[in-house]
């Protein structure tokens, strides 16, 4: 194997993305993911226009996205009494210079796939490969400890190792021995999607409810000649008592009986939830969880990135835009200090601790935290939310959310690529 050569635990989007971007400044790479075969699992995600940003200059842009998803035009909270409590525009239309999509998790997972089978060759993702350890090298190399799916073991040597392999990353555990078991906040929350026709501006995303008991759903498909689309709904459960949470696991499939008679009443003269639901072929259960945020994701030369290294909950839609952005900021580094233990230490220096910080705000409730404050200070109960939250209060929220996930409109647009058209990582390419 080459020096510089890459070692990536997970391929899930934080290692596919990694893998991409890698192998656009020109350094070699292999995945290992533990799965047989990848299959398109999970339901809708957003992906936030400065990770949309990203794609693009990998190459994957709207004709791609729009195979796997649908640009989202507006982003709402309703109270309970089905009145509005904020709305914006989202993506372009909220003069961004790229769009935010709702996509189909595992539709848009397996498009990254393919990129990466046809750019960096079949041989660049081993399924099977369950990476179970590392050891650091004295010259300064890492090994990766694997176990494949036919229960043989093994190892593999690389310059780098990064932990890509989600919120049960083996490689965080081994680099975090003591680290808190994972956190539940009392919600258990159940998804799935059904064919319906979109409401709103026909790609809004809508938070309906209170803080402790509500939907949320957007489309995430293009309409077809019918008019309807797949909308993804996810309908959430604060729960006081000492909800077994642990039985979720991480997509359970669950049953409408279990908790669709708590969401009879969300019907109104625009929406009737108890209808989407029953049009929902599967239904899922899993708790919303995350991790402490960690004082370092960097040991020597192995790294942790995407929900690895910051797990968070989904309440700022940012987990899979965060993990591509992460892979990109990798990227950007590698241009500077190479494929090198200082690229990984200016990487943490960077990121750990803001994004850290943005997970607690997303436990905080993110910017549902509006739905929060209207509890606060009317009990949920309201004419005019002006009387309740003035709007400026609302946007200024709303900005500062924004700012702290890294796709405030004026500053995103303003940036410069995080990688150079056709840099390369120079000692590489020399
Ligand atoms: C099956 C699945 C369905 C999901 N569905 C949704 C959804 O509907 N909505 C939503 O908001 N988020 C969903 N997520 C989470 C979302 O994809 C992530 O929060 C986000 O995309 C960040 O991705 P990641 O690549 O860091 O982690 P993940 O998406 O968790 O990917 C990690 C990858 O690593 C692999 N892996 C795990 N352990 C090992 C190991 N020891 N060695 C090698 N490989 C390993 C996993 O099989 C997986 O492919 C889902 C995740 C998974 C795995």
Request: glycine share 12%.
């Amino acid at each position: 194997m080459q020096h510089d050569h890459v070692l990536i635990a997970g391929g899930g989007i934080a290692g596919l993305t990694l893998a991409l971007t890698l192998h656009q400044i020109g350094v070699p790479c292999t995945v290992y993911e533990s799965v047989r075969e990848l299959k398109p699992l999970g339901v809708g995600i957003n992906i936030q226009p400065n990770a949309i940003r990203e794609l693009e200059d990998l190459g994957i842009g709207e004709g791609e996205l729009d195979e796997v998803g649908i640009p989202a035009r507006e982003w709402a909270l309703v109270g309970l009494n089905g009145k509005d409590i904020y709305s914006e525009p989202r993506g372009k239309l909220a003069g961004y210079n790229w769009h935010q999509y709702a996509v189909h998790r595992g539709k848009f997972h397996l498009m990254l796939y393919a990129r990466v089978l046809e750019r960096l060759g079949r041989d660049a993702v081993q399924l099977g490969h369950k990476i179970t350890g590392y050891r650091k090298e004295a010259d300064g190399s890492v090994t990766a400890q694997l176990v494949r799916a036919d229960g043989t073991s093994g190892e593999v040597s690389g310059a780098l190792l990064f932990g890509a392999e989600g919120i049960h990353s083996e490689v965080r555990a081994q680099m975090h021995p003591d680290q808190p078991d994972i956190h539940w906040g009392g919600t258990i929350m159940w998804r799935g999607t059904a064919r319906s026709v979109p409401i709103r501006s026909g790609s809004s995303f809508v938070g309906l409810g209170t803080s402790r008991h509500r939907v949320v759903f957007y489309p995430i498909s293009h309409p077809d000649k019918n008019g309807l689309a797949d909308i993804n709904w996810i309908a959430e459960k604060t729960f006081d008592d000492t909800h077994d949470w642990t039985k979720s696991g991480w997509f359970r499939e669950a049953h409408l009986a279990d908790f669709a008679h708590d969401f009879s009443d969300f019907v109104y003269d625009w929406f009737n939830l108890p209808e989407l639901l029953q049009k929902s072929e599967k239904v899922y259960e899993n708790p919303m969880i995350d991790r402490d945020p960690l004082p370092t994701w960097v040991d020597g030369p192995v790294a942790l990135l995407g929900d690895a290294a910051h797990p968070m909950y989904p309440t700022g839609s940012n987990g899979a835009s965060q993990a591509i952005i992460d892979a990109r900021v990798i990227g950007r580094i590698m241009l500077d200090h190479g494929v090198s233990q200082a690229s990984l230490a200016a990487y943490d220096q960077e990121m750990c601790g803001p994004v850290g910080g943005l997970a607690l705000r997303n436990r905080g409730a993110g910017p549902f935290g509006l739905l929060n404050m209207v509890e606060e200070r009317c009990g949920g109960v309201f004419e005019n939310i002006d009387e309740v939250i003035p709007p400026a209060e609302r946007s200024e929220f709303m900005l500062a959310y924004q700012k702290a996930a890294g796709f405030a409109r004026d500053t995103l647009n303003a940036a410069p690529r995080t990688i150079p058209e056709g840099a390369k990582v120079v000692e590489l390419a020399a």
